[in-house]
Structures are given as structure tokens and as C-alpha cells.
């Protein structure tokens, strides 16, 4: 377990916590359009190990009701991402909500990983077919 936060806390430092900053769209450029998908993967990967299998799981485990577990684990994933403006903000809350939900019922992390890269990565293509990066 300590590889693994080792290895999130590295990709954070390195990339940065927010997939659609400016200066990182600069980083991929040199990526190609396949080469953010392990940046996708990682990102959600350490996201969701950190905010649903840590953090929802302990507040539970502490005596927390679901519900409040779900919101503050969302509402840290959220402030992790960053100063956006607040539209994205609430869109990250939802989805981060959802996540949670999804996590909640099937108790599964590996499910919300997989929907986070998927996300993550449609997120991070779309430049290339707007013509940005």
C-alpha cells in the first residue's frame, strides 16, 4: 500500500492534479493523442484508491453514515482538483457523487477506476479533435 501511495504522490508531483490545465495540455503535446492514456489510467487509478477505497471506507469504518462519507470524500477529490471555475467545480462534485454511489452499491474500487480512466482519458482526447493540442 505504500508503493502505491508512493507511486500516486509521484504522478501528482509530476503531472500536476489537474488534467486540464493549460501548462499540461502544453506537456502532452509531445504525448500524442494515445500517450495520455496512461496518464488517464494513473490519475484514475490514485484518485479513486485515495477518495473511495481510503477515505469513503474510513469515514464508514469510523462510524460515519454512507452519505456523509460519500460527500466528504467527493468534496476532497473535488478541492483536489484545483481553482477551476465553479461550473466545473459542481460537474466534479456530481460525477465524483456518482462515483461514489457506483462504489457505495457494488463495493467494487476496480468498477469506478475503470469508469474514472474512461473519463479521465475522453476528457484529455477531446483537444485533438477540437484542434488544440
Keep these: 500500500m505504500a508503493l502505491l501511495a508512493a507511486y500516486c504522490v509521484g504522478l501528482i508531483l509530476f503531472f500536476g492534479s489537474q488534467p486540464l490545465a493549460g ?4 506537456q502532452m503535446r509531445g504525448l500524442g ?9 494513473s490519475a484514475g487509478f490514485c484518485e479513486e484508491l485515495i477518495y473511495r477505497g481510503y477515505m469513503m471506507t ?5 462510524g460515519h453514515p ?17 481553482i477551476l ?8 462534485f456530481i460525477i465524483g457523487m456518482i462515483w ?6 457494488f463495493s467494487i474500487l476496480w468498477i469506478t477506476i475503470y469508469i474514472h480512466a474512461f473519463w479521465d482519458a475522453t476528457v484529455m ?7 488544440e493540442p
Excluded at 68 to 82: D, E, R
Excluded at 85 to 92: E, H, I, R, S, Y
Excluded at 125 to 131: C, H, N, R, V
Design 58 to 62: 474510513a469515514l464508514k469504518r469510523a
Design 66 to 82: 454512507v452519505w456523509l462519507a460519500m460527500v466528504l470524500s467527493t468534496l476532497s477529490f473535488v478541492l483536489f482538483l484545483g
Design 23 to 26: 501548462w499540461q495540455y502544453a
Design 100 to 105: 461514489a454511489a457506483i462504489y457505495q452499491k
Design 33 to 41: 493523442r494515445w500517450g495520455v492514456i496512461p496518464i488517464a489510467l
Design 125 to 131: 482526447l477531446i483537444p485533438w479533435g477540437a484542434g
Design 85 to 92: 471555475p465553479l461550473p466545473f467545480l459542481v460537474a466534479g
